[in-house]
Each structure stands twice: as structure tokens, then as C-alpha cells.
């Protein structure tokens, strides 16, 4: 059974940083590609991004380009997000997702 289990969430001010982790289990992990995605109040899923097998290639969405940086530890089944420069807009349930599978997701909010 797939398990997808995140933390890391919280509380922050506009600019500030969080690292969200999420630890798997019941999977391959290190032939698997990852995604974070999120759901902000009131709207649908949005693609953050994901990283592929071994690490050497990933993907972003233009709204995280250049502040979000995502990553995996194999011998850890973790993978990461890092998210600097946080902005208002990106207050929303983080979820990370291997295919149609997701955690119960992490809440951040940034906010003064």
C-alpha cells in the first residue's frame, strides 16, 4: 500500500522560508517520480512540481520558478520542497503525489 505521509507545514511571514518533507513507503521509491502539488482555499489542484528518477531532472511551475526547489533522498524515501521568498499567494494544503496517490497534505500559511 502506497504511503505518502508530509510535515513541515506552518505558519510564516511573507519572505520567510519552510521545508516541507514527505516520507513514503509501500513503493519502489527510487524509480518513482515525485510531485508536490497544493490546493489553496476555495480553488482547485495546482501542479508545484515534480522530480524525476534519480534526481537529475525536475519541473516547476512559472508561480514557484526561482523560490521552490524540490528534491529526494533515495536511501530515505523522502522528497523535499524547499520554498523560499514565500508569498501570500502560496498559502495552501501541500500535498505530495505519486500518480493518483497523495499524503493527507501539510497546511502553510504565510501571512503577517
Known amino acids: 500500500e502506497v504511503q505518502l505521509v508530509e510535515s513541515g507545514g506552518g505558519l510564516v511571514q511573507p519572505g520567510g522560508s519552510l521545508r516541507l518533507s514527505c516520507a513514503t513507503s509501500?513503493?519502489?521509491?527510487?524509480?518513482?517520480?515525485m510531485t508536490w502539488v497544493r490546493q489553496a482555499p476555495g480553488k482547485g489542484l495546482e501542479w508545484v512540481a515534480t522530480?524525476?528518477?534519480?534526481?537529475?531532472?525536475?519541473g516547476y511551475a512559472d508561480s514557484v520558478k526561482g523560490r521552490f526547489t524540490i528534491s529526494r533522498d533515495d536511501a530515505k524515501n523522502t522528497v523535499y520542497l524547499q520554498m523560499n521568498s514565500l508569498k501570500a499567494e502560496d498559502t495552501a494544503v501541500y500535498y505530495c503525489?505519486?500518480?493518483?496517490?497523495r499524503g493527507q497534505g501539510t497546511q502553510v500559511t504565510v501571512s503577517s
Open positions: 503525489a505519486k500518480s493518483n496517490a
Open positions: 522530480i524525476y528518477s534519480g534526481g537529475a531532472f525536475t
Open positions: 509501500g513503493f519502489t521509491f527510487y524509480s518513482s517520480a
